[in-house]
């Protein structure tokens, strides 16, 4: 039973250019999480996805960064107009319904922007 | 809002000694879980043990427990017969168990980094 898998593990983009980070779900889970990780700092919550519906996005910047779960296929945490500052770690997350035993985290996704 | 803190950066224990890792939160809520997780260099988040907030009873996995202290808001980890191993970044993290929100994300505090001294 695969866990949750995240590609790329990482992405160079040059600024303005746009990056995609692909997360795939463990089998049977059907929320996904993201969150940020800056450096030596903790994970950030950015957004909560369950299929083909954003559940929290409180966490999202306003401009520039969307997220989508579609039924099927990977979750995708889209940024565009990628600037020096959008380097971090990216973390997606997943649960069943009710995570109360703890989410399973992907490896992440670190995005380098030069 | 929820808060996590971790007040200590860094600490060090010898192999085979006990460390004590700190955690705080702050919370209106009275039906939460608690959760520790190991980020070793690899970067990959590892669950090392959680805790509900209407029990009592302290958790244990095998070499980590914790003491939660449910008054005074507080939610310690301690690893007993440190292991090289052990050594990583220690994030404390909080989950409302109302879910009635439509939302179960985590606050994370900032970490304590963990040395393991041979």
């Known amino acids: 039973n695969a866990g949750v898998m995240q590609n790329p593990r990482h992405l160079v983009r040059r600024r303005g250019q746009e990056a995609r980070l692909r997360c795939s779900p463990m089998?049977?889970?059907?929320?996904v999480y993201w969150y940020r990780q800056l450096p030596e700092e903790g994970l950030k919550f950015m957004v909560y996805?369950?299929?083909?519906?954003?559940?929290?996005e409180s966490g999202m910047p306003k401009e520039r960064f969307s997220a989508e779960f579609p039924k099927e296929g990977p979750s995708i945490l889209r940024i565009q107009q990628v600037v020096r500052g959008d380097s971090a770690a990216y973390f997606c997350?997943?649960?069943?319904?009710?995570?109360?035993?703890?989410?399973?985290f992907g490896s992440g996704t670190r995005l380098t922007v030069v | 809002a929820q808060t996590v803190t971790q007040s200590q950066p860094e600490m060090s224990v010898q192999e085979a000694e006990t460390v004590t890792l700190s955690c705080t939160y702050d919370?209106?809520?009275?039906?939460?879980?608690l959760f520790w997780y190991k980020q070793p260099p690899s970067r990959q988040m590892i669950l090392v043990i959680r805790?509900?907030?209407?029990?009592?009873q302290n958790a244990t996995e095998n070499r980590f427990s914790v003491n939660f202290q449910k008054a005074a808001k507080s939610f310690s980890l301690k690893i007993s017969d440190s292991q090289l191993g052990d050594a990583a970044m220690y994030f404390c993290?909080?989950?409302?168990?109302?879910?009635?929100?439509?939302?179960?994300?985590?606050?994370f505090g900032t970490g304590t980094r963990l040395k393991v001294l041979a």
């Open positions: 997350a997943s649960s069943p319904p009710a995570g109360n035993y703890g989410y399973t």
């Open positions: 089998k049977g889970h059907s929320h």
């Open positions: 805790q509900e907030a209407y029990k009592q």
């Open positions: 919370t209106s809520e009275s039906d939460y879980y």
């Open positions: 996805l369950q299929k083909e519906n954003i559940i929290d």
């Open positions: 993290a909080y989950r409302s168990a109302d879910g009635t929100s439509g939302t179960y994300k985590y606050i």
